[in-house]
T-cell receptor
């Protein structure tokens, strides 16, 4: 049973370009969470999605960032017009029910570097 | 609002000695508590969780944690540290009254086990 798959593992973008990060949850999981880890910092919640629905986006920056989890295909975290401050590791996690008691299963992360 | 505090940025311990990594939390409802470990350039691996029941929970790799409601703490412990335990450890909490399932993470504590 494959775990949470994230790609690309590493992404380099120049300022002003767009970054697209993809996440395929574990088989049978329909709930996806995105977190950001800045250098020397902990994980900050960004957004929680179910299929075709954004449930909680309280951690998303108001501009340039968007997320989706379509009926078919992976969840996408999209960052438009990237700036150097967007350089971070972005982690996706999934759970089977958005379960209130269960742990989240994390992917290996996508490391974005903005030049 | 939910929050987690890990008061130590780094914990140093000699191999074979017991280790403790501290965590305190704040939630409005019943807490669901978790510990994760992160190795360099990797994702987060689940270690253990407290949902209800026995205050002492046992997890992976010989780790355990004790839930203390009066002190709002959930410290991670291991009787005998290994050099391979050296990593970044995160405590996380979910508010039992929340319907989103998201975890709120502490800043992380780097554990360094010296031979």
């Amino acid at each position: 049973n494959a775990g949470v798959m994230q790609n690309p593992r590493h992404l380099v973008r120049r300022r002003g370009q767009e970054a697209r990060l993809r996440c395929s949850p574990m088989k049978g999981h329909s709930h996806v969470y995105w977190y950001r880890q800045l250098p020397e910092e902990g994980l900050k919640f960004m957004v929680y999605l179910q299929k075709e629905n954004i449930i909680d986006e309280s951690g998303m920056p108001k501009e340039r960032f968007s997320a989706e989890f379509p009926k078919e295909g992976p969840s996408i975290l999209r960052i438009q017009q990237v700036v150097r401050g967007d350089s971070a590791a972005y982690f996706c996690a999934s759970s089977p029910l958005g379960a209130l008691t269960g742990e989240l299963f994390f992917g290996e992360g996508s490391r974005l570097t903005v030049l | 609002a939910q929050s987690v505090a890990q008061p130590e940025d780094q914990v140093n311990v000699a191999e074979g000695n017991p280790l403790t990594v501290k965590c305190t939390y704040s939630v409005s409802g019943n807490p669901y508590l978790f510990w994760y470990v992160q190795y360099p350039n990797r994702g987060l691996q689940f270690l253990l969780k407290y949902i209800t029941g026995d205050n002492l929970v046992k997890g992976s790799y010989g780790f355990e944690a004790e839930f203390n409601k009066s002190q709002t703490s959930f410290h991670l412990k291991k009787p005998s540290a290994l050099v391979s335990d050296s990593a970044l450890y995160f405590c996380a909490v979910r508010d039992g009254s929340s319907n989103t399932g998201k975890l709120i993470f502490g800043q992380g504590t780097t554990l360094q086990v010296k031979p």
